[in-house]
């Protein structure tokens, strides 16, 4: 099994641009997460989805902020316009019902906003 | 809103001996609590974890201890070896919600 798997690894971007981090999530788990990983914060859940459908997104800091899951096998989250305080580890990670409460993580996507 | 806590940043340890990590927590509705372990460059990795009707959890090395009156769960590891080194969050739910990671390293 390929595990969760992240894209970009790193990003580095301007203020003002648009980024886009991507997640494939492990076949047949239909939970998927993003966290987003700071020094201050620690790990903060930012949105979460059950069988594409997004749950619970209290976590997504602002508008800036907005995810999708077209399909079980890809989600993306989308910050737009980023802003420098935006910069951080932005983890993805899926669950299956059968052990729901432990979530598999990718490796990380380490977003620079200059 | 930091509904869980580690309040320390970081642990070193001599290698064989015991390593206590600590966590606290304000939600009491939470009823299930878990620990990751996290190496540089990495996503953090499911370590064990303790349901609320429990209060301790053990898998070799690793022991999770869970005193719900006081809203605390430790993780305790024995012997510690080098191996151990890297970063401990604690976790708890529903929804899930994370400490901030406490850096243990282990001395050879």
């Known amino acids: 099994d390929a595990g969760v798997i992240q894209s970009p690894r790193h990003e580095v971007t301007e203020m003002g641009q648009e980024v886009t981090l991507r997640c494939k999530p492990i076949?047949?788990?239909?939970?998927l997460f993003w966290y987003r990983q700071t020094m201050m914060r620690g790990l903060e859940l930012l949105i979460y989805?059950?069988?594409?459908?997004?749950?619970?997104d209290s976590g997504m800091p602002e508008d800036r902020f907005s995810a999708k899951m077209p399909n079980a096998s890809f989600s993306t989250l989308k910050i737009q316009p980023s802003e420098p305080r935006d910069s951080a580890v932005y983890f993805c990670?899926?669950?299956?019902?059968?052990?729901?409460?432990?979530?598999?993580f990718g490796p990380g996507t380490r977003l620079t906003v200059l | 809103d930091q509904q869980v806590k580690q309040n320390s940043p970081s642990l070193s340890v001599q290698e064989g001996r015991i390593s206590i990590l600590n966590c606290d927590y304000t939600?009491?509705?939470?009823?299930?609590f878990l620990w990751y372990k996290k190496y540089p460059a990495e996503g953090p990795t499911f370590l064990i974890s303790i349901s609320s009707i429990k209060d301790k959890n053990e898998d070799g090395r690793f022991t999770v201890f869970l005193n719900k009156s006081a809203k605390h769960l430790s993780l305790h590891i024995v012997p510690s070896q080098p191996g151990d080194s890297a970063v401990y969050f604690c976790?708890?739910?529903?929804?899930?919600?994370f400490g901030a990671g406490t850096r243990l390293t282990v001395k050879p």
């Open positions: 990670a899926s669950s299956s019902t059968r052990v729901p409460d432990t979530q598999y």
């Open positions: 976790a708890a739910r529903a929804p899930m919600r």
């Open positions: 939600n009491s509705m939470f009823d299930y």
């Open positions: 989805f059950n069988n594409n459908v997004p749950i619970d």
């Open positions: 076949s047949g788990h239909n939970s």
